[in-house]
């Protein structure tokens, strides 16, 4: 599948260079920062139809020379004819695009919903990439409270494993501000590059590497502010299975979180070979309910944790509702897109598989109770599937490479559902992706402007927090056509 390109260019020649020193970043409205280890990379705006960012001093992580240049793309997928037959491949300007200095602070504007990309590059060789999530302002539309109303209307029950030990919570309890425990404070963790360098921007890049080390107490003092793309989070202990963030169960800290996206602007080539956008009336709106845990077992536990387990852990499942607003389909998310999955039944055996890390359900066969949607959770890693049962991560056509049980244990009810009973009760929060910034204050997570890798999985693809995963960052394609359908009857 190839994709469009747009390409916004600030190339500083050496009479319009960006300059190294004497840089520190505006301190109205950010988080703390860490003297230690002081800001390089920080999104200060990102709102009505602009995303603006500082520089900061990056010879201090980097052998780099004072100037360099900047380089913004967007990429956009699947661009069709106007008979849907070819997919075209497209290179756009993206214009007007301004530098101020000292402080350096560069602003485009947001004119297509999904992930800028920022180089910055010695000559034609890359240092540093990192990803800025912006929304086009004629696609955030729906009000604060309409998307509240609809997060509320079709936020699930969660339907847990029996001896499940870690339970989605709230961002602030994961990070170790709510029920602080001192220890994990102290817990050495770093950012560190990726090994791989490879792609379009950086097929030049001879290798620049960096550590950043800093405590647990730090963490949101640094993730705000170096959002390396091809860099992830590490612990810094001798033992990374000992981190006391195996120890967060977030039984008393539940929540989900949610983020409302619309869809009103669809792109195509016709046949002259121009580009052409299409803004509908009414929007395609998908709802995403996000699961964040503090640490994920795999199919160990917290006293015995295995080889593929890890710390911090993201889930997720998305609601679509049609131009109408009327639901179509529930999308489950589990595992990576590149993993071969499957559903077994009693005896081991496979009664259906599928890849690409979802799949789906018409809404009509949507598993529900109390007419709310069941998201059921499984046991150590989390994925989310359409119904209880035995799954696996598959390999060929008969090795399991691990095996796990969904479901049948305790059920999560959003606290405001009135059949909830002495059921364990949710909080439904917003999560804010329609203008994540490095900036603290109005319920913003500026730890999500990291747009690294933060779970860092066993094998060589690692995974990245909201709003850089496929159903965020490509949201208008993550409803696939080619998606597997999840088929109830054999399930039963």
Known sequence: ???????????????????????????????????????????LENANGKIKVQLGDFTKLFDVPDSYN????????????????????????????????????????????????????????????????????????????????????????????????????TLEYIFNKEDVDPQLNAEPFLITNKNTQSGFLNKFSRGYKFTVNFNYEDFSKVLPF??????VIKSGLAND?????????????????????EHRKSIFVNRDKQVKVVTMPSPYIYINYHFFYAYDTKNGTIDKPVAASHFLDRESMTVVLNNSRKPIMVIYGAHLASQLMAQLDSSGKRIQEWKGGRAYLNTAQVPTENGRILAVAAKGSHGIYPVAGKYAVALGESISLLTEDAGRGAKLYPSFEPTAGSNPKYKLLPLGLENVTSNCGDGNHAELAYSGAVVDVLGPTNAAFPPFTDREGDYKNYTDPNMYMFVLDKAK
């Open 1 to 43: 599948m190839k994709k469009l390109i747009l390409i916004a260019t600030a190339m500083m020649s050496a009479c319009a260079s960006i300059s190294n020193t004497n840089r520190f970043p505006d301190s109205v409205g950010q988080c703390p920062i860490s003297e230690k280890n002081p800001p390089v990379f920080t999104v």
């Open 70 to 169: 900047v380089k913004v793309t967007f990429e956009d997928f699947i661009i069709q004819d106007s008979e849907g037959t070819n997919t075209i491949t497209n290179v756009t300007e993206i214009t007007p695009v301004t530098v101020s200095k000292k402080p350096y602070v560069i602003e485009i504007p947001v004119t297509r919903s999904g992930i800028y990309n920022f180089a910055l590059a010695d000559g034609d060789k890359v240092f540093w990439k990192q990803k800025v999530f912006g929304i086009d302002p004629e696609e955030n539309m729906i009000s604060k409270d309409e998307r509240e109303k609809l997060a509320q209307q079709f936020a699930p029950i969660m339907e847990m494993a029996p001896g499940e030990e870690i339970y989605p919570s």
């Open 226 to 231: 170096y959002g390396n793309a091809d860099s």
């Open 241 to 261: 299975k000992q981190t006391r963030l195996r120890l967060r169960n977030g039984k008393n800290n539940l929540a989900v979180y949610y983020s409302v996206f």
